[in-house]
């Protein structure tokens, strides 16, 4: 079956414009986590959405980084003012609920450039 | 939350099995153990997981000791395509999130 889609593949964009990110859980899935993860860096926790419960946003790095999810299905991660060091692969995962024995499935990222 | 330790880099011979150790000796009793893997410029691979049990699937098996303080990751016939980040991870039980949080991992190098 299809599993978690991230759109674009790549993204190159100049310090200061805004970038959306997409991502395409799995059907049925009702947990959805972003990931960003740096050069040569572990993963590190962005934000999770979890139905219609209000989102954990403990993990977004400043307030130019915002997530939404509509619908309880596709989410955009947006980051406003880019800076150099907002470069990353931005990683979405999902999973069929919230409890810990349901695993997280990833998508291939979305590899973000800030010139 | 609970942390886990792996070795940084491992070696292997193809078609000999790959046996991967973690420690976590400070998990708790309602955590699961969690393995991923992450080949180059791919998302992190979901491979197995389990609470106190061993368990297998098509692609590993997961042996977990009785006091929980430690778990090994078997590949029983190691392919190049098996090279990969190996990550161990101690999944944060309760709360609201159940976010995974990932270590430096170990880069396993599957040799011909």
């Known amino acids: 079956g299809a599993g978690v889609s991230q759109s674009p593949s790549n993204k190159v964009t100049e310090k200061g414009k805004d970038v959306e990110l997409r991502c395409d859980p799995i059907s049925g899935h009702t947990a959805l986590y972003w990931y960003r993860q740096s050069l040569g860096q572990g993963l590190e926790f962005l934000i999770y959405f979890q139905g219609n419960s209000a989102p954990d946003k403990s993990g977004l790095p400043s307030d130019r980084f915002s997530a939404e999810r509509t619908g309880g299905s596709v989410s955009t991660l947006t980051i406003q003012r880019t800076q150099q060091e907002d470069s990353a692969v931005y990683l979405c995962?999902?999973?069929?609920?919230?409890?810990?024995?349901?695993?997280?499935?990833f998508g291939d990222g979305t590899r973000l450039s800030i010139l | 939350d609970a942390k886990t330790t792996q070795p940084p880099s491992m070696d292997c011979a193809e078609g000999r099995a790959a046996n991967l150790p973690c420690n976590h000796s400070?998990?708790?009793?309602?955590?699961?153990v969690y393995w991923y893997r992450q080949i180059h410029s791919q998302g992190p691979q979901y491979i197995i997981h389990g609470l106190k049990n061993n368990e297998t699937n098509e692609m590993a098996s997961l042996i977990i000791t009785e006091d929980r303080k430690s778990s090994t990751l078997i590949l029983p016939h190691a392919t190049l395509r098996d090279t990969a980040v190996y990550y161990c991870i101690v999944r944060v039980a309760g709360g609201n999130t159940g976010k995974l949080i990932f270590g430096q991992g170990t880069t396993l190098q599957v040799k011909p």
């Open positions: 995962a999902s999973s069929l609920a919230r409890g810990s024995n349901q695993p997280q499935h």
């Open positions: 400070t998990i708790s009793g309602n955590e699961y």
